[in-house]
């Protein structure tokens, strides 16, 4: 049975950190590229950050360039994003999402809240 599991969201002070974690069971997850998406209520849902594997080539928003740093373990089958100087607009849940391109079928993970408020 596939499975991701999000993990490390939670309410944080703007300008404080959150290290989110995405573990994998159940399918190869050293061969799919993972990403990080987020959806605030009432928008739709937006790629945040993505990984390539074996290489590890990152891609990220612009939104969050600079202040967030996605990787992973293959041997543990975890998906991390770490997150620094986080701003009220980063308020969100956060899914971890492996892709399956054409030939695979691509899974999502049920999400975690990040609220950054004062």
């Known amino acids: 049975q596939v499975q991701l599991v999000e993990s490390g969201g939670g309410l944080v002070q703007p300008g404080g950190s959150l290290r989110l974690s995405c573990a994998a069971s159940?399918?190869?997850?050293?061969?799919?590229?993972m990403s990080w998406y987020r959806q605030a209520p009432g928008k739709e849902r937006e790629l945040v950050a993505s990984?390539?594997?074996?290489?590890?080539?990152?891609n990220y928003a612009d939104a969050v360039k600079g202040r967030f740093t996605i990787s992973r373990d293959n041997a543990k089958k975890t998906l991390y994003l770490q997150m620094n100087s986080l701003k009220p607009e980063d308020t969100s849940v956060y899914y971890c999402?492996?892709?399956?391109?054409?030939?695979?079928?691509?899974?999502w993970g049920q999400g975690t809240q990040v609220t950054v408020s004062s």
């Open positions: 999402y492996a892709y399956g391109g054409l030939f695979r079928s691509g899974y």
């Open positions: 159940g399918f190869t997850f050293s061969s799919y590229p």
């Open positions: 990984i390539t594997s074996p290489s590890g080539n990152t």
